[in-house]
């Protein structure tokens, strides 16, 4: 009974927290928009910043890639309120199937969204399942920011990052990158345009 509360609680208050931080905060987006009718691209997103990743992805024709651990199920049903479908599995758990679906998904044409250091780290750091994602889909990464002048940052093992409300926000979004053959390659390719956004979101209100 308490896990079906929960199960119902948090996502709702996910949702509340979004809703809010969506219309009390002035967001800017720098760089390409979001274009459900383009080509279809793997969203890379640090796990402490997915609380606001659905704003400039509205209508998004795609599908996030969300843990099956009990944290992961508060997300995905707060994704749901937001208009983002997922799919269960992580490198700890159900990962492959979750692999294979996604990969069908993307040769329908649907966009793929994944956190490339999660669902456990480490932090900020592209894990090799992306790399092969990317590959396998055909798909290149487009790695996206978000930062705000004014934030709280939880102590969590990913530091989840809060904006505050009534305060300005931004959204980098780089440029496609596709995976090379060579797998040392690729993570370093991956790593230095997830940075890269990062740097300059973090950095805009400087």
Known sequence: MKHRLLAWLIPCVIFSV???LKHTIRWEIIGERYDPSGKPYLLGFWHARILMMAYPYQNWNGVVMVSEHRDGEYIAQAGKYMGIASVRG???RGGMKAFLKMIRLAKQGHALGITPDGPKG???VVQLGTVQLAR???LPLRAVCYASKRHWRAKSWDRFYIPKPFTRGVFVIGEPVYASEDDAKALADFQKAMDDVQAKADGYFS
């Open 122 to 124: 480490p932090v900020e």
């Open 136 to 138: 396998k889909s055909g």
């Open 90 to 92: 992580s490198s700890t």
């Open 18 to 20: 979004y809703f809010i």
